[in-house]
């Protein structure tokens, strides 16, 4: 046998090998099939951690996902060690080891009980009443004993070596939870040909029928039926079902979050298997069959370890083949306790008494157990537990007051009824709706296309469940596109029906302030401390949640939430629904950062992109940067040179011959259609519909607060073609900005939106030789400056390949840029580079690049803007189109605040000793004299040391800017104050006259 208390011919893992597990350094024997819990449970181990804040010993109180208090440590070897995993939910393997947590030095003697004696000073609400005196102690003190306080688990210190996938997936019907309802849904969407997905957490499907051996269907005991049914969807190839997976998130437009566990339960997985797959699955329609979760009735020490939820119990008896206990106790204000209580009399365990809470209950189930001489006790309440590391006895108590009886018992099973698991549903932005009659929450107002069914939805008993989810599967099916089909809906033989239950404290949990009646297992929540929040002035469930922590733990108040907001409503005097809910918020259980981040981690952590022209770069020696996703020439050192000196020689080239840059990084994005103009005059400040094909211009692009969001250079190939640029950084947001815009607010338009980034390689040449240097390879186009002014753009060959060619510079020199295939962006860089030397050309990094356009006062947008800029703070009025009557951020750019006198505005600084370079974001102010904290009027936005000029340039924001030309203002620095005169922006070239040579 593996285990004493394992019952011989009981559960359904009869065939199953044992397997060898530890548990704080103790060695056991399980069965394969087993979770930790069971495995634990057979062996007669109830104590398997300490609660949160008064580490008051704790066993196991359910058989599944809800499972606040056994958290335990996995641990395959230093590296692969999990904190926090539900022992509930771990799958037995050979080999397994697991730790308890939140102890010292030992489970059984922990120093930290201490805090259950002094619980007193640690009521609800406490951190927000304490910790604040004296002053000082906070971060010497306080914070760091807090720290070391807080959390369970101990976080893994060495890099994870697991692996972990990911997976999208489309379907017609998804069908979340894998009980009879869930798998009749899934069976009538799939016999319409329908694509499902029917997902469960469970490593085997059946849901609540892996307990209840009352049910039959189809002439099956309920369990075979379900495994049957799953067999067969499994075999159809329009269904995937998926075991081992819980949805965690429901998203906007049917996006649904699911974790696969795949190698946790094996004993050595291969190395070709992942640890987790994350599922990311857009369905047409979803179908809820998220089940009910059992309540915990509420009396004082009912965290005793022994004292557990009854499904729980009945799943580790009927399914695992486990006893919880010898001489059981059930406490229950429902039927479904009976049942747990009939099934373990006669697998030959004595149950000493069945509390039941309510005053005359009749049904089958009270029947059955009398005639099995199971003592029942009606209108009574259990108001204590006793023992300490195993419950030993409960005392009982008629629930109007009268004399108390103790009984002996090794376990208590309690259940206050089941709750609706509309976690998901409201995830979905779906409202719920109460049910005075019963006293839950359900499923009412939906906001997806979905359906809540079974227990999820309200729905008593299996044959009302499977009927109702068979008809939603096919409906589903029918809604998602697919053909009706004449499936035979599965027949419900035989079935258990439960009453209802109740919500709130049962007696015996107060209302005094000493009785720990809890409410919320892990976070140390009693009734007490709800009452506690209420009489100190918090009235939305929210603040009581938050005063107290009720439902903030890791188990998310799946077990405690109902009863937490009925003991407010009561304290309150109001009804539940006039009190509210709290917001079920993703994931719904734990999710691990490997399964979220999956391969992007290390190298791959974020893409890293590359131009076509980088290996020539690396080739040469260039230093790269990294500029968003991109890897960038920073410079290109020659032998000796640092980085200022490569830096000086490259801009020096460039204004005395020509250098080539890569620009291919710069976003670039096609708009087409017969309303791309309009388009465009609808996105960017400037006019575009009088824009002839074959010209270019300067566009900006604004917010709706009137802001600065992107610039670049607009080319226009066609009178329905646009060959958009933007900044390297912004290309992704401006895409998602065009889209925006185009699908929710200009949708009557007849347009397309392309990113073409990494379709075209950009060579710019730039300087006063350019043209000669790619006159001789350019095919097709007349390069003479009548035929090709600034700001054109032509289409031709270079080399023999099809281009782009745009006259246009950033440089403030005769400069072209050269877009071609990216396949053959090496290839035409290293003929351009090859012509260049006949003209004493330099390739230039994004150094020089960033010190020529500041010579010439050329913004860069995120650097010289700061997401508060207009166009006129950047001196860029001229390229707002003064006769449109419509643009994104037209109105705000007439906001009193945006035309308001002494805004910041970017002008030129030039320091008085010519030779002090100013650092970029320092701050600016008019008397350096003044008293700290000085008032700050601009600050420093970018600044070079420029070759060309002879001295330092830079630009900045301050305010009121142009007003103050040629006055003196002053850069506090550490090592003391510069001062900088305030001047135009251009430093080189004034008049403009180098754009033509």
Not at 66 to 90: F, G, H, M, S, Y
Not at 227 to 239: F, I, S, W, Y
Not at 456 to 481: I, M, P, Q, R, W
Not at 724 to 734: F, L, N, Q
């Amino acid at each position: 046998m593996s285990g004493t208390f394992r019952i011989s011919g009981a559960g359904r893992l009869k065939q199953a090998k044992t397997a060898r597990f530890s548990f704080d350094g103790q060695s056991y024997t399980g069965i394969e099939g087993d979770t930790l819990a069971s495995a634990l449970l057979a062996n007669g181990v109830h104590l398997v951690g300490r609660s949160f804040k008064y580490h008051r010993p704790r066993g196991i109180l359910s058989a599944g996902a809800e499972e606040p208090n056994a958290l335990v440590e996995i641990k395959r070897d230093d590296a692969r060690k999990t904190p926090n995993v539900r022992a509930t939910v771990q799958e037995l393997y050979d080999g397994l080891a697991a730790q308890s947590q939140n102890r010292w030095p030992s489970l059984a003697f922990d120093v930290g009980a201490v805090n259950d004696l002094a619980s007193p000073m640690f009521s609800a609400g406490f951190y927000y009443k304490t910790f604040m005196w004296p002053k000082a102690a906070w971060k010497s003190l306080y914070e760091p004993k807090i720290r070391a306080a807080a959390g369970l688990g101990v976080s893994p210190d060495k890099p994870d070596p697991d692996h972990y996938s990911s997976r999208y997936a489309h379907c017609d019907v998804l069908v979340l939870g894998g009980g009879a309802a869930g798998i009749a849904a899934a069976l009538a969407a799939a016999e319409t040909g329908a694509r499902v997905i029917l997902a469960d957490e469970q490593a085997e499907f059946g849901g609540s029928l892996r307990f209840e051996n009352g049910a039959r269907i189809d002439g099956q005991d309920g369990f075979a039926w379900a495994q049957g049914v799953v067999a067969k969807l499994a075999a159809m190839d329009n269904v995937r079902v998926l075991p081992r997976t819980t949805a965690f998130g429901y998203y906007a437009q049917n996006f649904v979050g699911l974790v696969e566990r795949v190698s946790d339960h094996l004993k050595s997985p291969g190395h070709d298997l992942p640890r987790e797959r994350l599922w990311q699955v857009r369905a047409k329609r979803v179908v809820l069959a998220s089940g009910a979760i059992e309540r915990h009735m509420v009396f004082a020490d009912n965290d005793r370890p022994g004292v557990m939820l009854a499904g729980a119990a009945r799943t580790y008896l009927n399914h695992y083949g486990v006893a919880v206990g010898k001489n059981v106790g059930v406490y229950t204000a429902n039927d479904s306790a009976y049942a747990a209580a009939i099934d373990l009399k006669k697998a030959g365990v004595n149950v000493a008494a069945i509390v039941d809470l309510r005053d005359n209950p009749t049904g089958p189930v009270i029947d059955e157990a009398r005639s099995l001489g199971i003592e029942v006790n009606f209108g009574r309440a259990v108001i204590r537990a006793g023992g300490k590391l195993r419950v030993s006895s409960m005392t009982v108590q008629p629930k109007n007051g009268g004399g108390e009886r103790t009984i002996p018992v090794d376990a208590i099973l309690m259940s206050a009824g089941w709750t609706p698991s509309v976690h998901l549903f409201s995830q979905s932005r779906g409202k719920v709706a109460f049910n005075d009659e019963t006293k839950r929450f359900v499923p009412g107002t939906y906001a997806q296309d979905c359906v809540s069914v079974g227990a999820c939805n309200g729905t008593d008993g299996l044959s009302a469940s499977v009927d109702e989810a068979y008809t939603a599967g096919a409906k589903a099916a029918k809604d998602a596109g697919a053909k009706a089909a004449k499936g035979v809906k599965p027949k419900v033989d035989a079935s258990e029906s439960w009453s209802r239950g109740m919500l709130g404290a049962a007696p015996g949990a107060g209302p005094d302030k000493t009785v720990k009646a809890f409410v919320d297992f892990q976070n140390d929540v009693t009734a007490k401390d709800i009452r506690q929040a209420v009489h100190e002035g918090m009235r939305s469930i929210e603040h009581v949640k938050r005063f107290t922590t009720n439902g903030m733990a890791t188990d998310q108040g799946k077990t405690s939430n109902m009863h937490g907001l009925a003991i407010a409503a009561e304290t309150l005097g109001k009804p539940i629904p006039e009190v509210g809910l709290t917001t079920f918020r993703a994931p719904y259980t734990p999710v691990t950062f490997g399964s979220i981040v999956s391969h992007a981690r290390g190298p791959l952590f974020d893409p890293t992109r590359r131009t076509a022209i980088h290996p020539w770069a690396q080739a040469q020696g260039a230093v790269f940067e990294d500029v968003g996703q991109w890897k960038r020439a920073w410079y290109f050192p020659k032998a000796g040179e640092d980085m200022h000196a490569a830096v000086d020689r490259e801009c020096v080239a460039v204004r005395n011959n020509a250098g080539l840059f890569d620009a291919s990084t710069l976003g670039k994005i096609e708009v087409v259609g017969p309303d791309a103009a309009k388009f465009m005059e609808l996105l960017y400040t400037n006019p575009w519909e009088k824009l002839e094909p074959g010209r270019c211009r300067y566009g900006i692009m604004l917010r709706e607060d009137g802001f600065i969001y992107d610039d670049g250079v607009v080319g226009r190939l066609a009178p329905d073609r646009f060959h958009v640029t933007t900044t390297t950084g912004g290309a992704p947001r401006v895409m998602n900005h065009m889209e925006d815009y185009l699908q929710t607010e200009f949708p009557h338009l007849n347009v397309w939106l392309t990113s073409i980034t990494e379709q075209w390689a950009v060579i710019a040449v730039q300087g006063p030789k350019s043209r000669d240097i790619i006159a001789p390879l350019v095919e097709g186009i007349d390069m003479s400056d009548g035929a090709l002014p600034h700001m054109s753009v032509r289409e031709g060959k270079i080399c023999g390949v099809p281009t782009r060619l745009f006259r246009m510079s950033f440089t403030g020199e005769r400069g072209f840029e050269v877009n071609v295939p990216a396949d053959y962006g090496q290839a035409v860089w290293e003929a351009l580079w090859a012509e260049g030397q006949k003209h004493g050309a330099a390739a230039y990094g994004t150094e020089a690049m960033h010190v020529l356009r500041a010579e010439k006062g050329y913004i860069i947008v995120g650097q010289d803007t700061d997401g508060t800029v207009t166009p006129n703070d950047a001196g860029l009025d001229w390229a707002v189109g003064k006769k449109k009557t419509d643009f994104v951020g037209i109105r705000g750019l007439t906001r009193p605040d945006l035309v308001a006198k002494g805004r910041k505005q970017l002008v030129g600084l030039k320091t008085k000793d010519p030779k002090v370079v100013l650092e970029e974001g320092a701050q600016i102010v008019e008397d350096p004299r003044q008293p700290i904290p000085m008032k700050m009027i601009g600050h420093v936005t970018s600044s070079y040391w420029s070759q060309n000029c002879g001295r330092s340039i830079a630009l900045a924001l301050v305010a009121g800017g142009r007003d103050r030309m040629g006055d003196t203002l002053y850069v506090p620095m550490p090592n003391g104050v510069i001062e900088v005169e305030v001047t135009g922006m251009v430093f080189f070239d004034e008049t403009g006259g180098r754009l033509n040579g």
